[in-house]
């Protein structure tokens, strides 16, 4: 070759010129056809940056990050951080939740400044001149990824930013990013490539970003920004209350004075696996269905694999056989739940029994010794198969007795991705009382997914709404005394659907100041999960009902795959139980959920998210240590799980560390002092259900009972004096006989006059016609309700009597006030959780009784007098005077329920 002629190497070059000027002229006119670079104008390269996430920024939002000399400019690019909205803009404003436009709702300071739309904080590189004009624009990154909130007040300093969030007419968090402390380098080789390769998907370099973000108990209505050295100094609400924050530390100065609860918190960093890099990849690069697929091939690896290897037995420790809890002749056993039947003939040993849970940790149920009636734990657990036809299939289910026990939830660190402020902390709640930890699904973790796919499911932790709760997407909440509901939100729970007004008051117009009027934080933490499972049939008053046969459980992406899987839900006994798998699909977990005797239960995921249940206890040193019920699950190790956490997860714990747990019902009055009423109470013994006090109102001594809800069924009976005219049909005068033992109390409503008597209606029957006057005795599902005379419809069952209205809206009536003859007179009211409270006092008038009740927070009482004027009583069994099985009067019977456990179906009577 090195002797070739020149004609030869001539010859070569002059046949392949044609190609060599056709690239050249092709490369030319295709430089030609592009738009020029925009003029270096900050109205151009905001233009510039808007074009590039598809829509607009404004020629104040953007800043440039430090210039890495001629050469990284030129080539790699100049860094620029921008407040973008991204898409197109709707001009009606943003939308609600029911497809309304908000700007009918909502108050001006609730949307965006100039209808611009929520904006987000990205990150991009600028290629530029020398002289400093852009050329191109690449590795943009979406830094916030908050949808509904709007990211404003943009600062930078070096290598740190700041940004405010604003969200429901208030700022919501405050966050501050370090754009080069993500790095890690002492970590090994496999830990620093991962967390490079993570750093440039999330922030669009390797040294990634840390973030520490800044939430408030009362989100002020605005706040002022400036980045110092190592500080970031806040002005927070009109009156600019001042605080900072430690770049270094963390630490949050508030100077003494924080009028809106301010809080820090230093996100941690978790690198996550190849195969979540993997999904993450693929769902930026090629959008969520790749990173679907790319999940199943990782699903189906760790499949193929575990078959190779040999799996920890799915086995726990326990006491033995669980024996039914003591209770007194005559009153059923509700603890353990009854056995579970199996579906495969013949049964293995001990298959559906249930077994007391014996964790090897250290556990003592507060209150056990020396009483009898109290079960030794409150966990209880079973194996079934599911499906007769895959008799491998096994799904291993815990029980979870809520009358002990009371959950939280928390929000990880990294999952849920919020759509408005800061993220979750996944802190532990109290640890004196805490239990244990159910592991739950963490959602879409590609922030790709939040916007090309379905909506996010919602989680409110806090009163704060990480992400608002979906419309009719299968749902587990939690009220403020730790009681779970399961069910479809909102299922006309008593809330209203526009998110901007579910969470909190309006902001205050100065520290210290409370805040204005309006709907206060929602009082409920909430976790929506992927499937609903409901066993038809409603919510009873004490006891969840359910139809076998009808159960469902709601379709979801990936219901066919066998995977570790896991669902929670509420039995008809009120009691949670907890289903887990390893290698299951939708259909075994369904069968399991209806077996187990569940009426309504969300799925808590599936693979690969960490699913299973933990018992947590605390050691000498005040160190948490975890143990999972079965070591087959996948829930995080027991160094994760008794630390922060990533994802989100259900804490349970005892509801009391020094006794018997609280009353479930309202004892209202800050100085009155209930004590345990002295005659008989329903069982079990450890948690009393009726309540009295004496009270001193207008110099009478009166005497106030409280019935808890969900522990009594009340039956209103005729008395044998009651008026009944002719052809009238004849009205029930007893309970029924297989309710007669349970009777505990008695009380007396009187009877009607011979003209113009009340109207009374026993089981739907209605002996005297009602007049629509004065208020309503209302017997409904066995529960009290007060409510004025007129316009309510008697369904079938149903027990009911009108009496005088002496108070309402919590306002003495004229009619409580009307002097009549010394004798003995009560009053009644139910609180809003079903509590029923009844006065009893000798007095010339109503007003007494009823100022007593309205003194303990009643709304609306009545009197116990339907017109001739008999004297009230309140009878007790195991009392004086005796409880008779019939009487006189026309009487309120208090038939007594063992104690169900505190779980409960999701429904429009569910009111936050």
Request: proline share 10%; glycine share 12%.
């Amino acid at each position: 070759m090195i002797g070739r002629p020149l004609s030869t190497w001539a010859d070569h070059l002059r046949g392949r010129l044609p190609i060599a000027l056709g690239v050249a002229l092709v490369g030319a006119a295709a430089r030609v056809s592009m738009p020029s670079p925009p003029a270096r104008t900050a109205d151009a390269i905001a233009g510039m940056l808007g074009e590039a996430i598809g829509g607009s920024v404004s020629p104040d939002d953007f800043v440039w990050e430090e210039r890495g000399g001629f050469l990284s400019d030129a080539l790699l690019g100049r860094r620029v951080l921008f407040l973008g909205v991204a898409g197109p803009q709707d001009v009606a404003g943003p939308r609600a939740a029911d497809g309304a436009p908000d700007a009918e709702r909502a108050p001006d300071a609730e949307r965006a400044p100039e209808r611009r739309g929520a904006a987000d904080l990205y990150r991009a590189r600028v290629r530029l001149t020398r002289s400093g004009r852009p050329v191109s624009l690449s590795g943009v990154r979406n830094l916030t990824e908050t949808p509904l909130g709007d990211d404003r007040n943009l600062v930078a300093r070096g290598r740190r930013v700041a940004v405010t969030t604003s969200a429901f007419g208030a700022v919501q968090g405050i966050t501050l990013l370090d754009l080069g402390g993500g790095a890690r380098p002492g970590a090994p080789l496999g830990e620093r490539l991962r967390a490079a390769v993570d750093g440039w998907i999330e922030a669009g370099s390797a040294d990634g970003a840390s973030r520490t973000e800044i939430s408030f108990d009362s989100p002020p209505a605005s706040a002022r920004l400036d980045l110092a050295d190592e500080a970031l100094v806040m002005a927070l609400g009109p009156e600019a209350a001042p605080a900072a924050l430690s770049a270094g530390t963390g630490e949050l100065d508030t100077g003494g004075s924080d009028p809106f609860g301010a809080r820090a918190h230093r996100v941690p960093r978790r690198v996550p696996s190849f195969a979540e890099l993997a999904g993450l990849s693929a769902g930026r690069l090629l959008g969520p269905g790749a990173a679907a697929a790319v999940e199943r091939l990782a699903l189906a690896a760790d499949s193929a694999a575990a078959g190779l290897r040999a799996g920890p037995d799915a086995a726990y420790l326990t006491h033995g056989p669980a024996s039914p809890e003591p209770a007194p002749p005559g009153w059923p056993s509700l603890w353990p739940p009854p056995p579970v039947q199996p579906a495969v003939d013949p049964p293995l040993p001990g298959e559906g029994a249930w077994v007391l849970v014996a964790p090897s940790l250290p556990r003592v149920l507060p209150g056990i010794e020396g009483d009898p009636q109290r079960p030794s734990s409150p966990f209880a657990a079973t194996t079934i198969r599911p499906d007769p036809q895959r008799h491998e299939v096994r799904v291993y289910l815990l029980a979870i007795d809520t009358r002990h026990i009371k959950f939280t939830l928390q929000a990880g660190f990294e999952a849920p991705r919020p759509t408005a402020g800061p993220h979750g902390t996944g802190a532990l709640p109290d640890a004196a009382a805490l239990r244990g930890a159910i592991g739950l699904g963490a959602g879409p973790r590609d922030p790709v997914a939040l916007h090309e796919e379905a909506e996010a499911l919602g989680m409110v932790v806090g009163g704060r709404p990480l992400v608002p709760p979906r419309d009719g997407a299968a749902t587990l909440g939690v009220d403020a005394s730790g009681r779970p509901y399961f069910g479809a939100w909102p299922s006309g729970a008593g809330v209203e659907r526009v998110p901007w007004a579910l969470w909190q008051r309006p902001a205050a117009a100065s520290p210290g100041e409370p805040r204005g009027e309006g709907p206060r934080r929602f009082p409920w933490s909430l976790w929506q999960g992927p499937s609903l499972f409901e066993a038809g049939g409603a919510a009873g008053d004490a006891t969840l009902s359910r139809a076998a046969g009808d159960a469902t459980l709601s379709p979801a992406e990936g219901d066919d795959l066998v995977v570790e899987r896991a669902a929670m839900c509420a039995t008809d006994r009120g009691f949670v139980v907890h289903a887990w798998g390893s290698a299951l699909d939708a259909a075994a977990l369904r069968a399991a959920l209806a077996r187990a005797g569940c009426v309504a239960g969300v799925s808590l995921g599936r693979a690969p998210d960490p699913l299973g249940v933990a018992f947590l206890s605390a050691q000498p040193d005040g160190r948490l240590t975890a143990e999972r019920l079965s070591p087959a699950m996948s829930l995080a190790p027991p160094a994760q799980v008794a630390s922060a956490s990533p994802g989100p997860f259900l804490y349970f714990s005892s509801r009391s560390t020094d006794g018997p747990p609280p009353p479930d019902l309202s004892l209202p009055g800050e100085r009155v002092g209930w004590t345990v009423d002295g005659g008989a109470q329903p069982p079990p013994a450890w948690s009393p259900a009726l309540y009295a006090v004496d009270t001193v109102h207008l110099g009478a001594q009166v005497r106030v009972h409280a019935f808890a809800p969900d522990r009594f069924v009340f039956r209103l009976r005729a008395g044998s004096r009651e008026i009944s005219p002719r052809n009238a049909p004849k009205l029930a005068a007893e309970v029924p006989e297989d309710e007669r033992q349970q009777v505990l109390a008695a009380i007396g409503v009187g009877t009607g006059r011979r003209r113009g008597p009340r109207g009374l209606a026993v089981g739907g029957t209605i002996g005297l016609r009602f007049r629509g006057e004065g208020g309503l005795l209302l017997v409904r599902r066995g529960r009290v309700e007060i409510r004025p005379a007129g316009g309510v419809e008697l369904a079938p069952g149903m027990d009911a009597t009108e009496l005088p209205l002496t108070a309402d809206d919590g306002r003495l009536r004229p009619e409580a006030r009307e002097i009549g003859t010394m004798r003995r007179r009560g009053a009644a009211c139910a609180l809003d959780d079903g509590t029923l409270l009844v006065a009893t006092t000798t007095f010339d008038s109503d007003e007494a009784t009823t100022e007593a009740l309205l003194d303990l927070g009643c709304a609306r009482v009545v009197a116990l007098d339907r017109g001739a004027h008999r004297n009230a009583f309140v009878h007790r069994a195991s009392g004086d005077p005796a409880l008779q099985q019939g009487y006189e009067e026309t009487a309120l019977f208090a038939v007594g329920l063992a104690m169900p456990g505190r779980a409960r179906r999701l429904t429009a009577g569910s009111s936050p």
